[in-house]
């Protein structure tokens, strides 16, 4: 499985931004995608998740501004992040959980993509 990731980059705190992320390859059946983020000197934590049901889970310090949906192909997710504050800096990487056979499953990283938010 690869994914690719667009978007992020510079934006003024009270901003905005959309990042997408798309799954290609060898996918028996999703589970889930998603949104995770890393800061410097901390450890990588959830922004936002979307299963295969459609249910969703965000971060704490994001609900309320940040959206994750999925795209017609079901194997896109976009996350729209609004009202971006200092603190939302950070690496973004996007994550997909997927059955590869009937039995197998396992989780693949993208290899992440740079937000920041300053003035």
């Known amino acids: 499985v690869q994914l690719v990731e667009s978007g992020g980059g510079l934006v003024q705190p009270g901003g905005s931004l959309r990042l997408s992320c798309t799954a290609s390859g060898n996918i028996f059946r999703l589970i889930a995608m998603g949104w995770f983020r890393q800061a410097p000197g901390k450890q990588r934590e959830l922004v936002a998740t979307?299963?295969?049901?459609?249910?969703?889970q965000y971060g704490d310090s994001v609900k309320g501004r940040f959206t994750i949906s999925k795209g017609d192909t079901k194997t896109t997710v976009y996350l729209q992040m609004n009202s971006l504050r200092p603190e939302d800096t950070a690496v973004y990487y996007c994550?997909?959980?997927?059955?590869?056979?009937?039995?197998?499953?396992?989780?693949?990283w993208g290899q992440g993509t740079q937000v920041t938010v300053s003035s």
């Open positions: 994550n997909a959980r997927a059955y590869y056979t009937e039995n197998r499953w396992g989780d693949t």
């Open positions: 979307v299963n295969a049901g459609g249910a969703y």
